[in-house]
C-alpha cells in the first residue's frame, strides 16, 4: 500500500489481498542455467512452434470508442494492523490509476468497503468519467448500490 505507481495486475492483487495480513518477502535470485536445466528435463515431445501469421493483414488499428466505459476496482479492510482502502480505475485503453488510503478511525470491514468505493466514485466524478462499471468483494455495498439490498445497522445507514 505504500507505492502508487502500481502496475495494472499488481494493483489488482494488492486490493484482493489487503484484508489478509500478508508479509511480502523477496525470493533470493535462480541462476538462468538452472531454469533452462528445469525446463529442459520437461520438454514436450509434440512441441509445436506457435503459428504468428496474422490473418488480416488489412487491419491497421483498433481503437477504443469514448463510450467505452470505464471499471471501478475497490476493496477495505480493516484487521489488527488498521483499516486501509484502496481502488484502481481502469481506462478503456487498459491503462490504471490506483488510490489508496490508511483510515485512522476504527471501523468494520463493510464500513472499509463503503469507503474504499466511496473513493473510487470521487475519483472517477473528478475525472469527468461518465460511464463506469464498478466491480468491489462486498456483496453488501454492491447489493445497496444496485438497490435490492437495505441496512438496519447503525452504523452503515449513513453510507
Not at 485503453?93 to 483510515?103: E, R
Not at 460511464?131 to 455495498?141: F, I, Q
Request: aromatic share 10%; hydrophobic share 40%; with cysteine.
Amino acid at each position: 500500500m505504500e507505492s502508487t505507481a502500481l502496475n495494472g495486475r499488481m494493483a489488482r492483487w494488492q486490493i484482493l489481498l489487503s484484508e489478509f495480513d500478508i508479509v511480502y518477502v523477496s525470493q533470493k535470485a535462480i541462476k538462468g542455467s538452472a531454469v533452462e536445466d528445469f525446463l529442459a528435463s520437461r520438454a514436450l515431445e509434440d512441441y509445436e512452434p506457435l503459428n504468428f501469421d496474422f490473418p488480416n493483414e488489412e487491419l491497421m488499428c483498433i481503437a477504443a470508442t469514448e463510450d467505452s466505459p470505464w471499471k471501478l476496482n475497490f476493496d477495505g479492510a480493516s484487521n489488527a494492523v488498521g483499516n486501509g482502502i484502496e481502488a484502481v480505475l481502469v481506462s478503456p485503453n487498459g491503462d490504471h490509476y490506483p488510490f489508496t488510503c490508511k483510515l485512522d478511525f476504527d471501523c468494520t470491514n463493510n464500513m472499509a468497503e463503503y469507503e474504499a468505493c466511496i473513493m473510487g466514485l470521487q475519483a472517477a466524478i473528478e475525472r469527468g468519467i461518465k460511464t463506469l462499471e464498478v466491480y468491489g468483494d462486498s456483496a453488501l455495498v454492491i447489493y445497496q448500490l444496485r438497490g435490492e439490498w437495505e441496512t438496519r445497522d447503525p452504523k452503515l445507514i449513513n453510507y
